[in-house]
């Protein structure tokens, strides 16, 4: 029954968007621009997109506040089977939550007042970071204090998965308290006044930290006291409204950097080619698609998006480097910190593991050495950081980001030494010269006291590795490729540019289809309403549909059917498997999206190669995986957490299964290593990490960094 009333309310969804784009797209654009030339239409539509996206955000907020008091009231402590009639109500209420703009909002104080309206107590100047947005529903349980920060990607989880449940309880958070990155508390834990959950830690529930007291650790424990607020070197602060309105202001305006070339295009079209603006008129009126049409479309979307790339590193670079110190988290400096770490943020998805990473770091600022490689870096300042040669950096790695602690933020210059390694998740403190060689492992933060030239660290707290197997490869495959491996992982890079191209053709595919009825069929036979309800969410749901198989097919053309086993990191086969997660993110997250929390996302996985058994519950983000076919969840599976098949050690790629047993659970903010094997009716607690071929053993509880069977007295 769950299943059927969630496919039915995105229907309802997909009906209703595709009614509205037909209107938009049909209705009230050609009655905006009519009688305008190109330039002018771009201009004003690019304009409107802003003002739309600003009268959104109150629309969305109500929506999602009306649905949450019909379906739900107030959320209450409580422990509810997945798949039952309230977890299906909490899943509709959080769907549409997950439509409101919340990247807007991010770091300003509206984002208070967004949760306020859905039930939590959130006091003033309260700072949410990226990632640290409370998205998941049982707001009503939230207790937020005044001058609070909540860091990058940290978590508030007042409502958690367990063994086909859902856990609900309430979290308190007291005033001037500090979560720094990725620490994440469990429903029923308190953080008391100027209390700080140290990074990557967790607060187990029912964990209370009192005044003053800083923990760290997985489960969290006592670590000393939390740091008092630095002394600001820079007192010019704003309001928090003004230091909000400005940011929001400045996010709208920033969509100029991507949006310029097509405005640039549209000036010029019309100066340099005669009849430009009467044959897109044409166009519209009776829509097709030839050869040439085709290759100009290709053309134009790789060169537009390529350059609204690079131009926002050079944006960044012109906003002028930001000098060490402590400003408030409502400053002029702290609007200049977080444009230029956002611009970082919006061109990852294109960028990641790419050749291009390291110029565009170096453009906007970074100081990188030779041979260096990059996958993704989080909340960094380019122009803090100097890397020597040879480093690698894994995915998701919090790179020496300003500090943010009670009101303030600091900016330090951090340099890391020649080979430097840093796993996914890895979490480096700015303000530090580390020494070449240094290994840090999966999510990790080294003590940059005790780390030495060509020492191995891993686990919170981190211990040093006396022994690292190290490979040994060939370094034409791995370190310094000729220029046959240059050129093959150039081409399958620069197929990046054109992902966005099937996703435009799928568009303009709607449009033809829709304005094909509209031409050919009489009013008699077919009115306004009639496409706006009928054909219009059916071409919308067709457009889906493409989008989905598309990527399916993809897969199986580019990998196969992959199988455990080592590649080269300058080999082909990477270039195809890198390619792949770019053209999934672009193609089929955002559709398969809508059906994250249903079964219905496992007949799709199960397309991709995922082995799914019955009644798994995956939460949100398994809309897209990196090496599905390396993923087997037995039946009544609860998986919430992050899976890693996959790692580059010395720079080769070494692949293999993961296996979650019946009845199993790996927790929200846990990561297990390819080779695993969670056993049934086992639970893996939240944060801890499941290492390579670690095989868990049945029916026990597993905590820590990395996890140890939990032992109840």
Not at 140 to 164: F, N, Y
Not at 328 to 334: A, D, F, K, T
Not at 470 to 497: C, H, K, Q
Not at 647 to 669: L, P
Request: aromatic share 10%; hydrophobic share 45%.
């Amino acid at each position: 029954m769950s299943t059927t009333i969630q496919a039915a309310w995105v229907g309802l969804e997909i009906f209703l968007g595709g009614a509205i784009a037909y209107l938009v797209a049909f209705k009230l654009l050609p009655w905006l621009v009519d009688g305008m030339s190109l330039a002018k239409a771009a201009v004003v539509l690019d304009f409107l997109g802003a003002l739309a996206m600003l009268c959104y955000v109150p629309f969305s907020l109500l929506l999602v506040v009306t649905i949450k008091r019909l379906l739900i009231g107030r959320y209450r402590p409580m422990r509810t089977p997945i798949w039952g009639e309230f977890f299906t109500r909490h899943w509709i209420v959080t769907n549409v939550a997950g439509m409101i703009p919340w990247s807007l909002l991010e770091g300003t104080i509206f984002i208070s007042v967004a949760l306020r309206m859905l039930g939590a107590k959130v006091g003033r100047r309260v700072h949410f970071h990226r990632g640290a947005n409370p998205t998941r529903g049982g707001w009503d349980l939230l207790t937020i204090g005044d001058d609070v920060t909540l860091s990058q990607d940290s978590s508030v989880r007042m409502i958690e998965l367990e063994a086909g449940h859902l856990v609900i309880g309430p979290i308190t958070i007291g005033n001037r308290a500090t979560l720094d990155v990725r620490a994440g508390m469990s429903p029923g834990s308190r953080l008391e006044d100027d209390a700080n959950l140290a990074t990557l830690s967790w607060l187990p529930r029912g964990g209370r930290i009192g005044p003053g007291e800083r923990w760290e650790g997985i489960p969290a424990s006592p670590a000393g006291k939390s740091a008092a607020a630095p002394e600001l070197t820079d007192h010019n602060t704003l309001s928090p409204v003004l230091h909000g309105l400005l940011m929001i202001a400045g996010r709208l305006t920033g969509r100029l950097a991507i949006t310029l070339p097509l405005l640039l295009v549209a000036w010029l079209a019309p100066i340099l080619f005669r009849g430009t603006q009467t044959d897109v008129e044409a166009w519209f009126r009776n829509p097709s698609l030839n050869f040439q049409g085709l290759f100009i479309l290709v053309v134009f979307t790789a060169c537009s998006l390529a350059v609204g790339i690079f131009a926002q590193a050079f944006i960044a670079r012109a906003m002028g480097r930001v000098t060490p110190g402590v400003y408030s988290q409502w400053s002029w400096q702290s609007l200049r910190i977080w444009s230029k770490t956002g611009l970082l943020e919006s061109v990852t998805d294109w960028l990641w593991g790419s050749i291009f990473w390291t110029t565009w770091l170096s453009i906007a600022g970074m100081k990188i050495g030779k041979r260096c490689e990059f996958s993704t870096v989080i909340d960094v300042l380019p122009e803090t950081v100097t890397v020597g040669d040879e480093s690698f950096f894994a995915d998701a790695i919090y790179l020496a980001a300003p500090l943010c602690h009670r009101g303030t933020i600091t900016v330090r210059n951090t340099t890391l030494g020649r080979g430097t390694f840093l796993g996914n998740h890895a979490v480096i403190p700015a303000g530090h010269d580390y020494p070449p060689g240094m290994f840090v492992g999966v999510s990790t933060v080294p003590d940059p006291g005790q780390v030495r030239p060509d020492s191995a660290w891993f686990g919170q707290p981190p211990m040093e590795l006396p022994r690292r197997q190290v490979i040994s490869a060939d370094r034409s495959a791995t370190f310094n490729p000729g220029p046959l491996r240059f050129a093959i992982r150039l081409f399958w890079e620069l197929l990046r540019f054109i992902v966005p191209v099937p996703p435009i053709l799928v568009g303009l595919g709607w449009y033809m289809v829709i304005e094909h009825f509209e031409r050919t069929l009489s009013p008699r036979t077919v009115s306004m309403g009639t496409i706006a309800l009928a054909i219009a969410p059916l071409a919308t749901l067709g457009s889906m549909a493409a989008m989905c198989l598309a990527i399916i097919t993809l897969k199986w053309t580019l990998l196969g059917r992959t199988r455990p086993g080592q590649h080269m990191f300058w080999s082909g086969w990477c270039g195809r498997w890198d390619l792949l997660i770019v053209a999934w993110g672009s193609w089929a997250h955002a559709a398969i999206g809508l059906f994250e929390g249903t079964l219905i996302l496992n007949a799709f996985l199960r397309l991709t190669g995922v082995r799914i058994g019955k009644r798994v519950a995956l939460d949100q983000g398994a809309s897209q995986v990196v090496d599905p076919d390396m993923l087997i969840f037995e039946d009544d599976a609860t998986i919430t957490c992050h899976f890693q098949a996959h790692s580059f050690e010395d720079r080769v790629m070494k692949m293999d299964t993961i296996r979650f047993g019946r009845g199993a659970t790996a927790a929200d903010g846990a990561l297990v290593f390819y080779g695993a094997n969670v056993g049934d009716g086992s639970n893996v607690l939240p944060h801890g990490v499941v290492m390579k071929y670690d095989h868990l053993g049945e029916n026990t509880q597993y905590q820590g960094c990395p996890v140890q069977p939990v032992h109840h007295p």
